[in-house]
């Protein structure tokens, strides 16, 4: 799995969606907030689409971990032109060897402590 996190690293820094697409599964489905899915087809071309603005983006893996049919990534990534870091959580399912299903959590850096403020105990 360390070659598919390598591909995706690669992918996001240059843009080479071909090179993903043979670890997707034929039935490969991308899950994003709320109900929102797409299709291995739908979901390259909406991630080739949204590349072309990216282009240059440093990735930087930080943890890949698997458990049974899981894999899970967490990358910072640097947008091209001084642009906002990005920390990033990517979920994988393997199923046969190829990424059947896939989640992503995306968070601005700069947002983290804003986005903690739910996890500060109440005051009594």
């Keep these: 799995m360390r070659n598919t996190a390598r591909t995706s690293a690669r992918l996001i820094e240059t843009g080479d969606v071909d090179a993903l697409a043979p670890f997707l599964s034929d039935d490969f489905v991308h899950h994003r907030p709320g109900t929102t899915t797409s299709t291995k087809v739908e979901w390259l071309a909406a991630v080739r689409a949204a590349l072309v603005p990216l282009a240059g983006m440093q990735v930087e893996i930080h943890q890949v971990l698997a458990d049974g049919d899981h894999v899970v990534m967490y990358s910072r990534r640097w947008?091209?032109?001084?642009?906002?870091?990005?920390?990033?959580?990517?979920?994988?399912?393997?199923?046969?060897g190829l990424i059947a299903e896939a989640w992503e959590i995306i968070e601005p850096v700069t947002q983290v402590a804003a986005n903690l403020a739910w996890w500060k105990p109440a005051q009594h």
């Design 79 to 96: 947008l091209p032109d001084a642009g906002p870091e990005i920390a990033v959580v990517d979920i994988w399912r393997i199923d046969d």
